[in-house]
């Protein structure tokens, strides 16, 4: 991924000009910076949630990006198991269609139709769906939701509890480009060693904000400091 040429600013504060950014496909990457330096910014630049004053990003083909908002509210109605499952949302969409086009078959006996869920069928069957719920259960005991219980309402989590759920779903999901800010907010040390050794494992690109220097260090392939730019 190339940052190209971007500047932003707000008001009078200048946060970058023609800043210039490359990070390779499997490098992890641990991004710094004092407050108000730009950091989270450029994270929602990044994921086009705030669009860039000039420049612009490109992605490598295929690139698929995970992203960690510490801030975003989740459905509270939800289970734990349900949060835990959208991470599945495309496979899920799928099978759901396979079932609508089978449904239709049965009125219309369009072979075309059963043609196309043979492919959808094909691309399930090539993906982690069916492995689903032993993911979500080894997740869940990595990260110690299983003793929460999957059942459990996210309403009813601490904060901390709500940012392990978070993190859970975000290592489930079929991303190669994970983005975290401040991952390490609210949750205890045993869940920060556990996401240190699963970014670690990780064999996707890593883009990482914390303040933590021993959280990121094991794992990082490279530390960029925002305001000046990069060091090694």
Do not use: C, W
């Not at 899920?92 to 369009?110: G, H, M, N, P, V």
């Not at 059963?114 to 080894?138: C, H, N, P, V, W």
């Amino acid at each position: 991924m190339k940052l190209v040429n971007i500047s932003q600013q707000f008001g009078d504060k200048v946060l970058y000009e023609k800043l210039n950014l490359q990070i390779n496909t499997g490098e992890h990457i641990g991004l710094i910076g004092q407050n108000g330096a730009g950091k989270s910014t450029l994270v929602k630049i990044i994921t086009g949630e705030v669009l860039a004053d000039e420049g612009f990003i490109e992605f490598p083909k295929n690139q698929s990006v995970g992203y960690l908002d510490q801030y975003v509210r989740v459905d509270e109605q939800l289970t734990i198991y349900e949060f835990l499952k959208q991470a599945f949302a495309k496979e899920l969409a799928i099978e759901e269609e396979i079932s609508e086009l089978y449904e239709k078959y049965s009125q219309t006996f369009d072979d075309l139709l059963l043609e196309r869920a043979g492919k959808l069928q094909t691309k399930l069957d090539q993906s982690e769906f069916y492995q689903m719920d032993a993911l979500i259960q080894e997740m869940a005991v990595g990260l110690g939701l299983d003793v929460l219980g999957l059942d459990t309402l996210l309403k009813n989590l601490s904060g901390g509890e709500q940012s392990k759920v978070k993190l859970a779903q975000l290592t489930l999901q079929t991303s190669n480009f994970l983005i975290l800010d401040e991952p390490t907010n609210h949750i205890d040390q045993k869940t920060k060693e556990s996401l240190q050794e699963a970014l670690g494992n990780y064999p996707g690109t890593v883009l990482v904000v914390s303040h933590e220097q021993e959280f990121y260090e094991p794992f990082v392939d490279r530390v960029i400091d925002i305001e000046k730019q990069e060091k090694d």
